[in-house]
């Protein structure tokens, strides 16, 4: 399927809807965290998400050689990165003529993983003006922006055709956006058979309701984690059906005490950590088609 995304060059718009979108897009603007730029610095793939899988111990090495803060950051970024793996194998069959949409792109690492992967058009959109001219730089750099670009725009209306994306996802930034709006709209630009992908952390509903680790998460990140019954209502209700749920909860736990430990912490690794430990905070994957 041949896509219908104008190539026109990039132009930064306004983009909020809303004071919260707003508030976020200020946030994002002036988000320059080491955590997300030093891990990004490895290879030229910044992300903003978290990590999943087994630590390498081998790799990391003796934690008193001179090199171990600099092996460790690189094994963050690994882990990173095989999140986005994750995500982008659950899409399925993509096609070098298909369009795929990353909700929420951040600094664009995953939409280059995917155009790395499929050789398809991957089209990014964010609230950050910074985060886009940034990811949009990198494209350049790399010589993909004719496949790879991100634009300044609201995930709850986004600039795409009817049925025009074979794929769509969000990793870690369904929490910023009411989740019936989001599935209405990647159903929306999503073909029927298209895919949708998203990795988030979500509050357990047999906790009881978000634990104070939650809540410390939600005022850090300015967001509102939703429950996972609720990613699946509200798939439901907009001809989402789910393929595939699973619970990463155990596969990123390594992530997070590995960062706890390192020069990057933000002071957040607690709450992560002890939510998942506690069972009032899950990490999951789901995979739905439109149908």
Request: hydrophobic letters at 35%.
């Given at each position: 399927m041949t896509s219908?995304?104008s190539?026109s060059?990039f132009i930064?718009a306004?983009a909020?809807?809303t004071p919260?979108?707003?508030?976020?897009?200020?946030?994002?603007?002036?988000?320059?965290r080491p955590?997300?730029l030093?891990?990004?610095?490895v290879?030229?793939?910044y992300h903003?998400h978290?990590?999943?899988?087994a630590?390498?111990?081998?790799?990391?090495?003796?934690?008193e050689?001179?090199e171990?803060?600099?092996?460790l950051?690189a094994?963050?970024?690994?882990?990173?990165?095989?999140?986005?793996?994750?995500?982008?194998?659950?899409l399925g069959?993509?096609g070098?003529?298909?369009?795929?949409i990353?909700a929420?792109?951040?600094?664009?690492?995953?939409?280059?993983?995917?155009h790395?992967r499929?050789?398809?058009k991957?089209?990014?959109?964010?609230?950050?003006?910074?985060?886009?001219e940034?990811?949009n730089?990198?494209?350049a750099?790399?010589?993909?922006?004719d496949?790879v670009r991100?634009r300044?725009?609201n995930?709850?209306?986004?600039?795409?055709?009817?049925?025009?994306?074979a794929g769509?996802?969000?990793?870690?930034?369904?929490?910023?956006?009411?989740?019936?709006?989001l599935?209405?709209?990647?159903?929306?630009?999503l073909?029927?058979g298209?895919?949708?992908?998203?990795?988030t952390?979500c509050?357990n509903?047999?906790?009881?309701q978000?634990?104070?680790?939650v809540?410390q998460?939600?005022?850090?990140f300015e967001c509102?984690?939703?429950s996972?019954?609720?990613y699946?209502k509200?798939?439901?209700?907009?001809r989402?059906?789910?393929?595939a749920?699973?619970d990463l909860t155990p596969?990123?736990l390594?992530?997070w005490?590995?960062?706890?430990t390192?020069?990057?912490v933000?002071g957040?690794?607690?709450a992560f950590?002890?939510?998942?430990?506690d069972g009032?905070f899950?990490?999951v994957?789901i995979a739905?088609?439109r149908?």
């Amino acid at each position: 399927m041949t896509s219908t995304v104008s190539t026109s060059p990039f132009i930064p718009a306004p983009a909020a809807a809303t004071p919260y979108q707003g508030d976020i897009a200020r946030y994002w603007d002036g988000e320059a965290r080491p955590v997300n730029l030093k891990l990004g610095d490895v290879d030229g793939l910044y992300h903003h998400h978290y990590g999943i899988g087994a630590i390498d111990h081998e790799a990391l090495g003796d934690p008193e050689e001179s090199e171990y803060e600099k092996k460790l950051i690189a094994e963050l970024h690994r882990l990173e990165s095989a999140q986005a793996e994750v995500l982008l194998d659950h899409l399925g069959a993509i096609g070098r003529d298909d369009l795929l949409i990353d909700a929420g792109c951040g600094r664009g690492g995953s939409s280059v993983m995917a155009h790395q992967r499929f050789g398809c058009k991957v089209e990014g959109v964010t609230l950050s003006a910074k985060q886009a001219e940034f990811g949009n730089r990198r494209a350049a750099e790399l010589g993909i922006a004719d496949h790879v670009r991100a634009r300044v725009c609201n995930m709850l209306d986004m600039p795409f055709e009817k049925g025009s994306a074979a794929g769509s996802w969000n990793n870690e930034s369904s929490m910023y956006v009411d989740l019936d709006d989001l599935m209405a709209e990647h159903s929306r630009v999503l073909r029927v058979g298209g895919r949708y992908v998203t990795i988030t952390g979500c509050w357990n509903p047999k906790y009881g309701q978000p634990s104070k680790w939650v809540s410390q998460i939600n005022a850090h990140f300015e967001c509102n984690i939703h429950s996972r019954r609720e990613y699946l209502k509200a798939m439901a209700d907009n001809r989402l059906v789910p393929q595939a749920v699973i619970d990463l909860t155990p596969d990123t736990l390594p992530y997070w005490k590995l960062r706890a430990t390192s020069s990057l912490v933000t002071g957040i690794e607690e709450a992560f950590i002890k939510s998942y430990e506690d069972g009032s905070f899950q990490y999951v994957l789901i995979a739905a088609d439109r149908v």
